[in-house]
Nanobody, 123 residues
Framework: QLVESGGGTVQAGGSLRLSCAAS????????IGWFRQAPGKERDWVSC?????????YYEDSVKGRFTISSDSATNTVYLQMNNLKPEDTAVYSC?????????????????WGQGTQVTVSS
């Protein structure tokens, strides 16, 4: 099970840190992805990272330099630090996990998905 938290409403230029806590399995063995879906739009990939030992992380071009994905094995949680937020970042953000792949995955072919957390950025 994946549970996201940390969403909310912020003004443009503000920051939020999203958390994705896993239960029932170790995130160390999983490729992790963050996706977002704005109203009336398709779900888009935001960032992804490989499983433990695979030091590869990808970011979608529009979030490069502003978003950072990280993980904490001790708490079995993955984070998405979002800085300098823009109104176009407004969406429901979801984390996802896929077992046994190793490398990051930018398409939504994941085994587990969280319920999503709303991020709203006002101008």
């Amino acid at each position: 099970q994946l549970v996201e938290s940390g969403g909310g409403t912020v003004q443009a230029g503000g920051s939020l840190r999203l958390s994705c806590a896993a239960s029932g399995f170790s995130l160390d063995d999983y490729t992790i992805g963050w996706f977002r879906q704005a109203p009336g739009k398709e779900r888009d990939w935001v960032s992804c990272t490989g499983s433990r030992g695979v030091d590869i992380t990808y970011y979608e071009d529009s979030v490069k330099g502003r978003f950072t994905i990280s993980s904490d094995s001790a708490t079995n949680t993955v984070y998405l630090q979002m800085n300098n937020l823009k109104p176009e970042d407004t969406a429901v953000y979801s984390c996802a996990a896929r077992y046994g792949l190793g490398e990051p995955l930018t398409v939504p072919k994941y085994d587990y998905w969280g319920q999503g957390t709303q991020v709203t950025v006002s101008s």
